[in-house]
C-alpha cells in the first residue's frame, strides 16, 4: 500500500505509526495496566496467570516473559508503554534503552557521559555508523525465530498462494449515502411502531433506500456521524476522530443499549486512512474504544433493516458538532477529498461506501425548539448535489439561522461529498434516490443517495 512512510529506512529504530500500534493494540494496554500497584503485585506473583489474561499473542507473551524490548517493539510494543513493565521490573529509562543497543549497561552509560551517540553514519541504513546491522536479540527471540522459521515459511507460502488467487486492485467509493439519524426513529423500529401513522410516511421514504442496498451492497462503509455526548463528553473533545477497532458495541445512551447488532470495523483500513488522511494534513484522534450510538446505528437501520448481523464492516468516523467551534463546511468537504484519496490507495479491492448522517433542520433547545426550514433544506441539498464546493464555503452561522443550532449536524453531508469522484476531477454523481419528509420527533429528515458513475 502507497503510504508514506519514509522512516522505515532510519537505522535502529522503530517509528511506532498507526500499523505498529494496531499490532501492539494489547501489549501496549497490558503494559499500562502495570500502573496500578495491585496489577504489578498480581503479575509478580504469577506472570503466566496474569498474561493469560491478555488477547496478546503467544509471541508478544514470549517477548514479554523474555524481557526482551526490542522483540516486544518489533511485535507493536511502544516505549513508553513498555516502560511501565521495565519500571515493574524497577528498570531505569537509561537501562531499558540501553538494554536494546548490544552494549552492556556500563558501556552505554559510559557512551552517554562521553557525549551520546553520533547521528554521522547512523541516519539512513547503509551507512557506517554504529546503529547499523541486525538488531541484537535474546536466546529467548533467537530460539523462538528458529523454532517458527518452519511454520513462517507455510504460512509465507500459504500468503503466496492466497494472494495468486486473490483479486487485485485497490479500494474505491462507489456511492455516498446522506439520511438524517433522529434517535426516535431507532425508538420506533426498537418499539414496532414503524407502521403507525405518524411514522409509516416516513419509513417509506427509505423503501426504495433497502432495495438500492439490496443491489449495491458494499464491503466497507465509512459512516460519518456525530456521538452525541455518549463517549466523548467534556472531558475529551476530539474534532475528528475515526474508530479503529475491531468492532464497536452499541451505547447506552440512558434508555439501555439499543437491540441492534454490534458493527464490525475494518482496522487495516481505517489504520491505512488515518495515517494518509494525518499525512495529508488532518489531524485526526484515533479510537480503538467506541460505542456507537444513534447517529451510526439510525441510518444503519434506515439502510439495512433489522437483520441479526450487519452486512458490512463499518469504519466509524466521529465530527464534533456539539461544542463550538465546530470544523467549517471548507475543511470538512477538504477531509472528503483526502480521505477519498486515502481510500483508493488502499491495495485490497474493497467497495466502500461514504455515508453522511444528520440533519436536516432541527432546533432541540431554547424557545426556538421545533425549527423546520423546508425551502432552505431543499435548496441545501440541490447544491450538495450540484455545487458542494460552493456549498461548503457556506458559514456556520448560516446553518444555525436557518436550519436550527441541531442543523450544524449538515456540515457532515459535506465530508461524504467532498469524497465523491467529481470533488477530485472525475464525473459528477448519479442521484439514485432523494427523500424530504417532516417530521421525525424534532427534525425535518433528508435522505439522498449519490453514486459515482464509472
Ligand atoms: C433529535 C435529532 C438528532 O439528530 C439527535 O441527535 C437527537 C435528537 C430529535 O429530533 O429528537
Ligand atoms: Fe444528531
Known amino acids: 500500500m502507497s503510504l508514506n512512510k519514509p522512516y522505515l529506512d532510519v537505522p535502529g529504530t522503530t517509528i511506532f505509526d498507526a500499523d505498529q500500534s494496531r499490532k501492539g493494540y494489547w501489549l501496549n494496554q497490558f503494559c499500562m495496566s502495570l500502573m496500578k500497584a495491585d496489577n504489578r503485585a498480581r503479575f509478580k506473583a504469577d506472570e503466566d496467570a496474569y498474561l493469560a ?3 496478546m499473542t503467544d509471541e508478544q507473551k514470549a517477548a514479554v516473559r523474555a524481557r526482551d524490548l526490542n522483540w ?54 547503509g551507512e557506517h555508523g554504529d546503529a547499523q546491522g541486525p538488531v541484537n536479540q535474546s536466546a529467548a527471540w533467537k530460539d523462538w525465530e528458529q523454532q517458527t522459521q518452519k511454520r513462517l ?15 487485485t486492485g485497490h479500494a474505491r467509493i462507489s456511492a455516498s449515502v446522506y ?31 433497502k432495495a438500492w442496498m439490496k443491489t449495491h451492497r458494499p464491503d466497507v462503509v465509512f459512516l460519518v456521524y456525530n456521538d452525541h455526548a455518549t463517549n466523548f463528553d467534556l472531558s475529551v473533545i476530539p474534532t475528528f476522530a475515526i474508530g479503529t477497532a475491531a468492532e464497536f458495541e452499541p451505547a447506552d445512551e440512558g434508555y439501555g443499549a439499543r437491540p441492534v447488532p454490534k458493527v464490525i470495523g475494518h482496522p487495516e483500513l481505517a489504520s491505512h486512512i488515518a495515517q494518509s488522511v494525518i499525512q495529508q494534513g488532518f489531524d485526526l484522534t484515533l479510537v480503538n474504544e467506541l460505542k456507537v450510538d444513534h447517529g451510526l446505528t439510525v441510518p444503519m437501520n434506515l439502510m439495512f433493516g433489522t437483520p441479526a448481523e450487519w452486512p458490512v464492516r463499518v469504519i466509524p468516523f466521529h465530527v464534533n458538532v456539539v461544542q463550538y467551534p465546530v470544523p467549517s463546511g471548507a475543511r470538512c468537504f477538504a477531509l472528503g477529498q483526502a480521505i477519498r484519496r486515502a481510500i483508493e490507495s488502499f491495495d485490497q479491492p474493497l467497495n466502500v461506501q461514504i455515508w453522511g448522517t444528520g440533519g436536516m433542520s432541527h432546533q432541540l433547545q431554547g424557545p426556538r425548539a421545533g425549527l423546520i426550514n423546508r425551502e432552505w433544506d431543499n435548496a441545501f441539498l440541490d447544491r450538495l448535489i450540484a455545487d458542494p464546493q460552493d456549498l461548503s464555503a457556506m458559514p456556520h452561522i448560516d446553518y ?55
Open 179 to 209: 439520511s438524517s439519524h433522529v434517535p426516535a426513529i431507532g425508538a420506533a423500529i426498537d418499539h414496532g411502531k414503524t407502521a403507525e401513522p405518524y411514522w409509516a410516511p416516513m419509513f417509506a421514504g427509505f423503501e426504495p433506500s
Open 53 to 55: 489474561e491478555w488477547p
Open 72 to 125: 516486544m517493539m518489533r511485535t507493536g510494543g511502544n516505549i513508553y508503554f513498555l516502560s511501565k513493565l521495565g519500571a515493574t521490573d524497577g528498570l531505569s529509562f537509561q537501562q531499558m534503552a540501553g538494554s536494546m543497543t548490544g552494549m552492556s549497561e556500563q558501556q552505554y552509560r559510559d557512551m552517554m557521559v562521553a557525549g551520546g551517540r553520533s547521528p554521522e553514519g547512523n541516519r539512513v541504513v
Open 400 to 454: 444555525v439561522r436557518e436550519a436550527g443550532s441541531e442543523g450544524i449536524e449538515l456540515v457532515m453531508w459535506l465530508i461524504a461529498r467532498g469524497a465523491m469522484a467529481d470533488a477530485g476531477g472525475g464525473r459528477s454523481p448519479r442521484v439514485a434516490h432523494r427523500f424530504y419528509h417532516v417530521p421525525a420527533s424534532n427534525t425535518a429528515v433528508g435522505h439522498l443517495i449519490l453514486e459515482n458513475q464509472a
Open 153 to 167: 515459511a507455510a504460512a509465507v507460502q500459504q500468503a503466496h498462494d492466497a494472494s495468486n488467487k486473490a483479486a
